[in-house]
């Protein structure tokens, strides 16, 4: 099982970003999907996640800005980012928990490799 993610850039602050996580292989199920993020010099955080049946969290400073959203059939997440700020700057990876395939145990978690975000003021 791999987790690809897609969608960074550079872009300038206020505008829009939208970041897409597929996980490949023989999969049945996965429970949690989420993003996460680092900046320089810090640590990695959770900027948002998502169960299978839809709901979600948000860490503080993007509420109201970012979205997350998956596709079960599809095995993909997406944060869709708006209003980004500078301090957005950052390698964001995508994640997914107790991933369940065909031929294969569970899984409990898995990182996809990151993808940067540069957002200029």
């Known amino acids: 099982v791999q987790l690809q993610a897609s969608g960074g850039g550079f872009v300038q602050a206020g505008r829009s970003l939208r970041l897409s996580c597929a996980a490949l292989g023989n999969i049945i199920s996965i429970n949690d999907m989420g993003w996460y993020r680092q900046a320089p010099g810090k640590q990695r955080e959770l900027v948002a996640s998502i169960t299978r049946g839809g709901s979600t969290k948000y860490v503080d400073s993007v509420k109201g800005r970012f979205t997350i959203s998956r596709d079960n059939a599809k095995n993909t997440v997406y944060l869709q980012m708006s209003s980004l700020k500078p301090e957005d700057t950052a390698v964001y990876y995508c994640?997914?928990?107790?991933?369940?395939?065909?031929?294969?145990?569970?899984?409990?978690?898995?990182w996809g490799q990151g993808t940067l975000v540069t957002v200029s003021s």
């Open positions: 994640n997914g928990q107790g991933i369940t395939g065909q031929s294969m145990g569970l899984i409990t978690s898995r």
